[in-house]
Structure formats: structure tokens, C-alpha cells
T-cell receptor
Framework: KAGVTQTPRYLIKTRGQQVTLSCSPISGHRSVSWYQQTPGQGLQFLFEYFSETQRNKGNFPGRFSGRQFSNSRSEMNVSTLELGDSALYLC????????????FGQGTRLTVV | GDSVTQMEGPVTLSEEAFLTINCTYTATGYPSLFWYVQYPGEGLQLLLKATKADDKGSNKGFEATYRKETTSFHLEKGSVQVSDSAVYFCAWNTGNQFYFGTGTSLTVIP
């Protein structure tokens, strides 16, 4: 069974640009969560989607948004990038029956210059 | 509020030494508890979990026991190897969202 796939693995963007990251969950998983990982803040929850609906949202500004498609693939978008958005963005999918376990992708390393 | 407090690192041990990484949580209800491991350049991998009080999770020689009375889930391994060098994250959830600790970096030297 294929794992969680995130693309691209690495991105370099300049301040003010926007970026879209993609996540394909494990087959059969309908819940997808996104996390931002930075050395100073650790892992911070961004949002969670289930069946194309955002069920839960962390404490991030509106520049961070996401969506989920009917095949459970998810994208997150960051607009008007700031230097502080440089981080590893991790996606996790969870099996049916509630978020009882999370399977993570390798992440997308975003660098804002 | 809801949180996870994890022993700060970095931790450096010699091969075959005993490892303990402390973790305590603050949560309402009866969360499931987890340890995740992150190797350099990788995402997080589930190491072990426990879903109710007094449960012991174990995997690859690592163990952790769900202690409700002390709200703790300390990670232990009797004899670490160089290949155990990684960052370890304690986490909990209640079926809605995961809460992670800040991570403890472990380096095992030969």
C-alpha cells in the first residue's frame, strides 16, 4: 500500500508570492491534516479535512488555506508569503473511524527568500 | 490548555545505554497517546501507541506505559543503537486533532 505522498519535496519562493502544496493520502483514508514544523515552534496544526470539508482549524492567519478533492487528495495554499513561513509542511492521513492514528508524508520543505 | 510537555534535548548517549524521554500531557477526557520518530529529512513515523490507561505500547525495543494518574507516557529503551539517532515526538489525540510535544533530539554515539 502506498504511503502519503507530498509534492513537491522542496520549494524556494520569494516574499509576496503564493504557493500550493499537494498531498495524496493513503488509499481509503478520507481525513487529511496539515502541520507546519519549524525549529522554534515545533509541530503546529494547520487544518484537517474530511470528505472535502474542513472540520478543524488551527490558529493560523487567513493566508493559509486548504481544500480537499473528491478523491481525498488535498492541497494547501499560502498567499503573500513571508520569511517566517519557511518551514517543513507535513501532511498526514488517517483511516476511517476518527483521527485515531496519523500517517505522515515526507513533507514539503518551503524556503521563502 | 491542552498540551504536551516533553523532555528537552538534545540527548546524547553511548551505544547500549538506557534511554528515557519524559512526556506528560494535559488533556480533557481520555486521549490516546503516541510516540512518533523523525529521521533526518523525513516525515514522522509512528513508533508506538497506547489507547487506554495502563496500556503499554512497544516497538523495536522501545516501550511506553500510559499512566493516567501521573498523566505521563515516558519513552524507554534498554539498549540504544546508533540507528536510533532521531527526533522523538510525544503526542495525544481525542479523535479530532493531534497535539505534539516539541520533540527531543537523540544522538547515539558508538
Amino acid at each position: 500500500k502506498a504511503g502519503v505522498t507530498q509534492t513537491p519535496r522542496y520549494l524556494i519562493k520569494t516574499r509576496g508570492q503564493q504557493v500550493t502544496l499537494s498531498c495524496s493520502p493513503i488509499s481509503g483514508h478520507r481525513s487529511v491534516s496539515w502541520y507546519q514544523q519549524t525549529p522554534g515552534q515545533g509541530l503546529q496544526f494547520l487544518f484537517e479535512y474530511f470528505s472535502e470539508t474542513q472540520r478543524n482549524k488551527g490558529n493560523f492567519p487567513g493566508r493559509f488555506s486548504g481544500r480537499q478533492f473528491s478523491n481525498s487528495r488535498s492541497e494547501m495554499n499560502v498567499s503573500t508569503l513571508e520569511l517566517g513561513d519557511s518551514a517543513l509542511y507535513l501532511c498526514a492521513s488517517s483511516p476511517p473511524g476518527g483521527i485515531t492514528e496519523a500517517f505522515f508524508g515526507q513533507g514539503t520543505r518551503l524556503t521563502v527568500v | 490548555g491542552d498540551s504536551v510537555t516533553q523532555m528537552e534535548g538534545p540527548v546524547t548517549l553511548s551505544e547500549e545505554a538506557f534511554l528515557t524521554i519524559n512526556c506528560t500531557y494535559t488533556a480533557t477526557g481520555y486521549p490516546s497517546l503516541f510516540w512518533y520518530v523523525q529521521y533526518p529529512g523525513e516525515g514522522l513515523q509512528l513508533l508506538l501507541k497506547a489507547t487506554k490507561a495502563d496500556d503499554k505500547g512497544s516497538n523495536k525495543g522501545f516501550e511506553a506505559t500510559y499512566r493516567k494518574e501521573t498523566t505521563s507516557f515516558h519513552l524507554e529503551k534498554g539498549s540504544v543503537q546508533v540507528s536510533d539517532s532521531a527526533v522523538y515526538f510525544c503526542a495525544w489525540n481525542t479523535g479530532n486533532q493531534f497535539y505534539f510535544g516539541t520533540g527531543t533530539s537523540l544522538t547515539v554515539i558508538p
